[in-house]
């Protein structure tokens, strides 16, 4: 008697996972997705508790039988799409930062404001000028729940490192009631001598015009599926703005003429391939968060990308293409980050040395 229990709760157990891989997988490519607002985490929980909940009934319901083969069958199929997604991550990663550094000390759990400042060194075959240094940051979500402070303190930290162009990758705020408190923060970037950006998918929700027009009075150029010719360092870089924040461009690929290097400035990495057809040297992006909630060994839970995982966070070669993705400044509702650093990247770019001198 205690032994067909034990089984039938063991059916319940297996549905129940199967249950929570579908919900993941729906998760990462819908949900997370959905419009911001105040019922959105309401309806992620709801969906997950249906779901969870509808499996294990069926586990129940059907208890140690062939039925077994369904949950057995999903939980396989995600195993495999992790396996895959493992192999992916490890062929396309490219550098690790040179150097981490953390403001705080101490164990991080809670680190939502907990900045961490990384710095890249990357040679181009490409690149005729000296070496010069882009700062990356993305995703600020500016929001007073984690202290203007906080912002204006990145942004003097990003000035502090002396980058020769800034790139910020949108999402300036989670709502348009946020866009008056962009002027302070974004205003103390100006010692930076280039400064540009693209929008993210909760600046469209907020109001794009309205959000360019507060970045651009901040003296940060917004480039909306454009192209501008910088030259920088004793070398010609083509700087394309890829504004997609659903992963489904309208951006055409500049003509590369006579330039060293094209680099490409979008929210999402989800186009990532794409751009390197377009034969991009360089993305920049963000949007994920690095998933915001990372798990120790395992890595995030969700991350918002049709690739799952896949570009979760970091340096990776892509192609043609080196992708950084930053885990952002700010963080999406809840406005929280778990093992889970916001983060500015530095990256130095250099002529790679001819093959053979
Ligand atoms: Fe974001």
């Known amino acids: ?56 009934l069926s586990g129940w319901v059907t208890g140690w039988t062939a039925w077994l083969v369904l949950p057995g069958l999903v939980i396989l199929a995600a195993a495999a799409g992790e396996v895959f997604r493992f192999y992916l991550r490890a062929r396309h990663r490219a550098s690790r930062p040179s150097e981490r550094v953390r ?8 680190t939502t404001t907990d900045c961490v400042l990384a710095r890249y060194a990357l040679a181009l075959k490409g690149w005729k000028g000296t070496p010069f240094t882009i700062a990356h940051v993305s995703d600020l979500h500016v929001d007073p ?29 989670p709502s348009a009631r946020r ?40 003296g940060i150029r917004v480039l909306r599926n454009e192209s501008v010719s910088l030259e920088l360092a004793g070398g010609r870089l083509l700087l394309s703005g890829c504004e997609d924040p659903w992963g489904r461009p309208r951006w055409q690929a500049p003509e590369r003429g006579r330039h060293d290097l094209l680099v490409v400035l979008v929210h999402t990495a989800d186009v990532i391939y794409s751009l390197g057809r377009a034969g991009a040297d360089l993305a920049f992006s963000g949007h994920y968060h690095a998933g915001q909630i990372r798990i120790p060994f395992f890595g995030p839970v969700v991350v918002p990308s049709a690739f799952g995982r896949r570009f979760d966070h970091g340096h990776f070669k892509v192609g043609p293409t080196d992708l950084y993705v930053s885990a952002g400044i700010g963080a999406s509702n809840p406005p929280l980050r778990f093992f889970c650093h916001p983060d500015i990247f530095l990256v130095t770019v250099s002529a790679a040395a001819p093959a053979g001198g």
Do not use: T
Not at 20 to 36: D, P, S
């Open 1 to 56: 008697m205690r032994l067909l229990l034990l089984m039938r709760l063991a059916a319940v157990l297996a549905w129940a996972v199967a249950g929570g891989c579908v919900f993941l997988a729906l998760a990462n490519r819908v949900l997370i997705q959905l419009r911001q607002s105040r019922f959105k985490m309401f309806v992620v929980f709801s969906v997950m508790a249906a779901i969870i909940a509808l499996s294990g």
């Open 103 to 110: 403001p705080r000390r101490g164990w991080p759990v809670l």
């Open 179 to 218: 866009i008056p408190m962009l002027a302070p923060v974004l205003s103390r970037f100006a010692p930076v001598p280039l400064r540009y950006a693209v929008l993210g998918n909760h600046d469209f929700w907020a109001g794009p015009e309205r959000v360019a027009d507060a970045v651009a009075r901040a």
């Open 145 to 173: 729940r984690l202290g203007l402070d906080y912002f204006r303190e990145v942004a003097d930290r990003v000035v502090a490192a002396q980058p020769d162009l800034l790139l910020i990758a949108g999402d300036f705020v």
